[in-house]
């Protein structure tokens, strides 16, 4: 059989041969067993192996050259940027900051951090990836605004893989908030394949945002290994709808005591769309916290799935977790599929999980229409409602609105 | 204003009104009391558009067609039903909800929709006719009221809605004395010559509040027997088994 994709390491530009070497071990790994498929626990209900299969002829990781981009900044509130293009660090500014407290600089390849683990997309990004961004934000500094990293993808991209690493630490007691912007011009199918490594260190807290401006084809794989020291705060929004395809893998590390992590997702689905969370929350140490709650709105022939994982080690007394999806299915096409997996080693913890899917109450249809509000409004205001618990925990006014009112656009198809 | 002729309705294949008639005029105050199971909450049902129901015979409103009109379009056209299970409904705000409901109706009548500082002038003034506490309208809609918040609420509702015909299906239930006087006071002050009532309640106790003109007693989805405001007093005294 023709494979569908047809990776080279010699694609990448200006690596040395010792890297050449590590990127070609990667690819042999790789290729064994070749995209993941169902077989595999991380892929329990995808197979992702069989959707490229039948949407792409030949993937490759062709050096994409690029052309100068302007882009549009967002205008509803102020913030800092990074602009990104096809994977590679374009520009930035951080003219809210104080520029001292700030290292922005393209991710150093010779000082990667890399897993391998069951998801084979990792060893496929540490064979194919280039570009990308390191940022550290000093000791004891607090952003004032918050930070845009604009992720353009050029028009031209097309049956190409696109792969990067970025890396984020923060040092003690700093703080935080991204917004993680994907823009894409491309109307065709591409693959995108990051991955980002989180250090927070001591008394640090992060915010992390994600959304897309438009729909698009794309394909997005992202791996995020997060590691949490002593009283950090780790805060992962997931609201990104639009995707062909989307999966989130998150692994969450509260190595130390006091570490507190939440993922937050509303996501509303539409046409052929498939959005994967897949997270593990690892509490490494005592008196650490994990909250979860994920909320499906899937119309058409829509697919959402949620992997929840809280693993607690013997020594993580005292541990408080708790993981919560929820699906509202508008057709009778859409798909949701949860599995909660707990493992836990210690004794004295409070662990809670629950999945619950759902119609939308056709009595509360009636309801509203029955005040002359018209039909499609009433779904409407039922599904903001629906999603309302989670939009209320966004952080800061004028961000917070900007991301409502985007929300409300993927509510109504774009 | 409202004219019901033979009217039929069938859930599920079972028979609930076999031939209703009734008319209303503007200005009119009607009641209808029934014991369990006569159809009364299946007429404000089938009246307010709710689907599952198939129906035979005439409903016209206004000479319109009502069978032809969807829910909303009903309400755009003056119908208001206040429901007996006022539904909660989390997420959506109260205050949002009335201002859409409100804009909705407005828009369907060709008239300009409200902004905020407008609407929020008359929700307050509504609000307080009916003793409600303005930080219950920031509330989810309904959700974690007690059944006497809900159902002012749905007063509150017609109240700035001003619909030409108002169906109060039981409001009088779960109501202590204190919450009926101040619903029946709501609706006492709406009345006027241009607007109807149809209040479905199974006891006297609301229509000595609100004093209706005709009181119709149904059974098995028939209406058996029509009076004035006396019969209501009858009815408490003996029951329905004289009329069934």
Known sequence: ?414 | MLSIKNLEAKVDNKHILNGLNLDIKPGEVHAIMGPNGSGKSTLANVLSGKNGYETKGEIKYNGENLGELSTEERAQKGIFLAFQYPLEIPGVNTNVFLRTSLNSVRKARGEKELDTLSFLKIVKEKSSELGIDEKFLSRQLNVGFSGGEKKKNEILQMKILQPKLSILDETDSGLDIDALRIVADGVNSYKNKENAFLIITHYQRLLDYIKPDFIHVLSKGKIVKTGNADLGVELEKTGYANFI
């Open chain 1, 1 to 414: 059989m023709k494979n569908f994709y047809d990776f080279k390491v010699d694609n990448i530009i200006g690596i040395s041969s010792e890297e050449k070497e590590f990127r070609n071990k990667e690819l042999n790994l790789f290729d064994k067993n070749g995209f993941p498929n169902k077989r595999e626990e991380a892929w329990k209900f995808t197979d992702l192996n069989t959707i490229l299969s039948k949407n792409f002829t030949n993937i490759t990781n062709d050096y994409i050259s690029l052309k100068e981009k302007k882009f549009e900044l967002i205008k509803e509130f102020d913030h800092n940027y990074l602009f990104i293009l096809d994977g590679k660090l374009i520009s930035n500014e951080f003219k809210f900051e104080d520029k001292n407290k700030v290292s922005i600089k393209e991710y150093d390849y010779k000082k990667q951090i890399f897993v391998r683990n069951q998801n084979s997309l990792n060893l496929l990004n540490n064979a194919l990836a280039s570009g990308g961004y390191s940022l550290e934000i000093s000791k004891n500094y607090k952003f004032r605004k918050p930070l845009v990293v604009y992720n353009h993808f050029s028009e031209s991209i097309k049956e190409q893989i696109i792969s990067y690493k970025n890396s984020l630490i923060l040092n003690e007691n700093s703080e935080i908030t991204i917004l993680n912007y994907t823009d894409t011009d491309s109307k065709n199918n591409f693959f995108v394949n990051s991955f980002d490594c989180l250090k927070l260190k001591k008394d640090s807290s992060l915010k992390n945002i994600f959304i897309n401006k438009n729909r698009c084809n794309c394909y997005f794989h992202n791996y995020q290994k997060s590691d949490l020291q002593h009283n950090t705060t780790l805060d992962n929004y997931i609201l990104s709808s639009g995707l062909k395809f989307n999966k989130m893998d998150i692994e969450i590390n509260l190595n130390e005591e006091h570490a507190k992590s939440s993922v937050f997702s509303a996501l509303s689905l539409s046409s052929d769309e498939h959005q994967e969370i897949k997270s593990s929350l690892n509490h490494n140490s005592k008196n650490c916290q994990s909250y979860q709650k994920i909320k499906n709105v899937l119309n058409d022939q829509s697919r959402g799935v949620y992997q929840g994982k809280i693993f607690v080690k013997q020594e993580a007394q005292k541990t408080d977790a708790y993981q919560l999806s929820k699906a509202l299915l508008l057709n009778d096409n859409a798909e949701f599929n949860a599995k909660p997996e707990l493992e836990i080693y210690a004794d004295d913890v409070k662990c809670s999980h629950g999945s619950t899917s759902g119609s939308i109450d056709l009595d509360s249809i009636h309801y509203l229409k029955s005040r002359g509000i018209p039909e499609k409004k009433a779904y409407q205001m039922l599904i903001n409602g629906f999603l309302s618990e989670i939009l209320e925990k966004l952080p800061e006014d004028n961000l917070k609105k900007f991301l409502i009112e985007k929300i409300g656009r993927q509510i109504n198809g774009y």
